[in-house]
């Protein structure tokens, strides 16, 4: 489904934060444009 | 021997007026958008002090309420009545916009507030009746201006204004003409921040068997940073408050760590302790101008009230162990490290399982765990989800995973070993704190043996990395008075041996 996509990435400190979805998705084949982990509180 | 808990205080100010000209939401709405619905209909959404005062997360931050209790009312607490109305709380009080503007300008020793004559008056008298603010601070009410020359101050001189009910009643002047971190702006925060801290430290010294002489150090863990531009961020708010709440025989300092502050140094302060460094440290910490209304965007959008109209702030008291109070256990420390990595599962797992492992625990042996706090009230609507319900999702996971509970007892984990959040949004405010006063109260009445405190914050927010950082650790029931420092059998032999050799030694230089 992610293969040769392009992501952009914003993870959530109190949830799954930005670099781990960063590893899923480049397993996944897409290339990451962008990821940072956000603090929402 | 560990240190102890010996005290803690929450106190709230309203502040309805700074959340419109303060609050970064709003400012960066100004800039972007000023003639935006949100910001000509934000005073509509704004709470009356007494409706602030009645709403029941309130009510259980200065410990009139209980979490259980808390826990009781259907949530969003925002819709419930309520009777519980007090200003005055177990551990602090709820104090309304213009004593807390009138605190700010006692909190200043620069001469940089100027109060509007009436405003100034009409203060001064309301503080006369505060008994924990010292008579000595009210002449500062009577040097006081003109409206006309407060509005000069604001236009000629870049002051930011003080309002309050919507109207200009004083400002505060820049500490410097060019220093960009002696900005009027940045005064403004600092002393919001130091006169919360100052509140909080007052109400600690008074609700517990404490005098102010006996604090030797205070460590200040908000977010703010004080100083000036060849140091920014220098120091020190410690003992800027502890000076106005008279604790005459303290130093101190500033700790930071984001949200993980207020944790990082609890963590200082038991370690001091402990080592017989210092008997009574305070960490105190204020609050926040900036995370007013942070979420009001979306709270004005589902016709919500602005629930973030609180500045708040926190003292706890960390003293020689008196046999009686919890102990802090600072052989069980978690720490999220540099090589922790950031996955879910290792971040919980460094600030929980692996520390207790290494004490013999397990998940399940913790009765409560007290994570970010946060009100759900204020991060749902905006989008934040359920934040504490959240970190006890994630540590009943690892339970699961690690064998400690069956998949189906998630739900009872969370229950059991966690709590609904109260706490206002202001960063380091909710992280971990917020529970200790009543884990104080808990331990020590059995109806729990064991707490975990965890604080998390957010470093990356400052762009000098990308990580996230945490700390935890154990409060535990005291064990008892009497407890010494003990000597290990195997240590008793081999100082024997030492001595024994030593001594033959002697002899054989003797006969030689």
């Not at chain 2, 410097?176 to 925060?189: M, N, Q, T, Y």
């Not at chain 2, 404490?210 to 120091?235: F, L, T």
């Not at chain 2, 989008?383 to 999702?393: I, Q």
């Amino acid at each position: 489904m992610l293969k040769d996509k392009k992501a952009i990435i914003i993870g959530d400190r109190d949830g799954i934060p930005g670099p781990a979805i960063e590893q899923c998705v480049k397993t996944a084949g897409a290339e990451v444009v962008f990821s940072s982990t956000e603090c929402f509180v | 021997m560990y240190s102890v808990l010996k005290g803690a205080s929450y106190i709230l100010a309203h502040t309805p007026d700074m959340v419109i000209h303060n609050g970064t939401t709003q400012t960066t709405q100004r800039t972007i958008d000023p003639d935006s619905e949100y910001l000509k209909n934000l005073d509509k959404s704004l709470r009356s002090y007494d409706e602030c005062k009645a709403y029941l997360p309130n009510q259980t931050y200065i410990g009139n309420i209980t979490p259980d209790e808390l826990a009781g009312y259907a949530q969003p607490w925002y819709q419930q009545k309520s009777d519980y109305i007090q200003r005055e709380g177990r551990f602090g009080e709820i104090m309304p916009e213009d004593e807390f503007i009138g605190l700010i300008a006692i909190c200043d020793v620069f001469d940089l507030v100027k109060l509007e004559s009436q405003f100034a008056v009409s203060v001064k008298k309301k503080l006369e009746t505060h008994s924990l603010i010292d008579p000595k601070f009210l002449s500062v009410f009577d040097k006081n201006f003109e409206l006309s020359e407060i509005n000069g101050f604001i236009a000629d001189e870049h002051a930011e204004p003080l309002y309050y009910e919507g109207m200009v009643v004083g400002c505060i002047k820049a500490a410097h003409d060019i220093d960009h971190s002696l900005s009027a702006h940045v005064i403004f925060e600092n002393l919001v921040s130091k006169a919360s801290c100052v509140l909080s430290l007052l109400h600690l010294i008074d609700k517990n068997d404490i005098r102010k002489e006996e604090i030797e150090y205070v460590i200040e863990c908000s977010e703010e940073a004080c100083g000036d531009m060849n140091q920014r961020g220098g120091g020190n708010f410690a003992k800027a408050a502890a000076e106005i709440a008279g604790l005459v025989n303290a130093t101190g300092c500033d700790v930071r760590g984001f949200c993980a502050g207020p944790t990082h140094a609890l963590i200082h302060a038991a370690t001091m302790v402990k080592a017989g460094t210092f008997k009574n440290v305070i960490v105190a910490a204020g609050g926040s101008t900036a995370k007013l209304g942070m979420n009001g965007k979306d709270h004005v959008s589902k016709g919500i009230p602005i629930l973030e109209d609180c500045v708040a702030g926190f003292a706890i008291l960390v003293s020689a162990n008196d046999g009686v109070s919890p102990e802090i256990n600072t052989d069980i420390v978690g720490r999220h490290t540099v090589g922790t990595g950031s996955s879910p599962q290792n971040v919980i797992s460094s600030l929980t399982a692996s520390a207790l492992e290494k004490a013999g625990l397990k998940l399940t042996d913790i009765d409560k765990y007290t994570v970010e706090m946060q009100n759900p009230d204020i991060t749902k609507p905006a989008g934040a989800g359920n934040v504490p319900e959240a970190n006890y999702k994630m540590i009943g996971a690892l339970a699961a995973m690690r064998k400690e509970i069956e998949k189906s007892q998630l739900a009872d984990f969370v229950s059991e070993h966690g709590m609904v959040g109260w706490a206002p949004t202001q960063g380091h405010i909710p992280s971990g704190v917020p529970y200790l006063g009543f884990a104080r109260q808990e331990l020590m009445d059995n109806k729990i043996t064991r707490a975990m405190v965890i604080g998390k914050g957010s470093l990356f927010l400052g762009r000098m990395t990308n990580l996230f950082d945490g700390v935890s650790f154990v409060l535990q029931q005291n064990s008892g008075a009497g407890q010494e420092e003990t000597v290990s059998e195997d240590k008793i032999r081999k100082l024997i041996a030492a001595s024994l050799k030593d001594f033959a030694k002697h002899l054989q230089e003797d006969e030689g």
